[in-house]
């Protein structure tokens, strides 16, 4: 499901307009991707947790020339499923 198939399913849902969930949509992704992005965690009971995770700085080889080199460590967003997510996923 892309995310133009998932506003309609959102719309179909909620009843409301297809404006009015890709409006939503959009609201609740810059909401989550602002909070972890300053360092907080969103939990939602169930479904899961977003939050950010530190890479350390590590060695590692150039593909083409075989070097050893230096990959800077950074932060990268991370997702945790919930229970009732993995549970429905794995058909329970």
Request: no cysteine; net charge positive; glycine share 8%.
């Amino acid at each position: 499901m892309n995310k133009k198939e998932f506003i309609a399913a959102l719309a179909q849902k909620t009843e409301t307009t297809q404006v009015a969930s890709e409006r939503f949509l959009e609201n609740f992704m810059d909401l989550v991707m602002e909070t972890v992005a300053n360092g907080d965690s969103v939990r939602l009971t169930g479904f899961g947790v977003w939050e950010h995770s530190e890479r350390s700085e590590r060695e590692g080889r150039n593909p083409q020339t075989g070097e050893t080199m230096l990959i800077a460590g950074k932060r990268v967003p991370k997702f945790k499923p919930g229970k009732s997510f993995k549970d429905m996923v794995a058909g329970k």
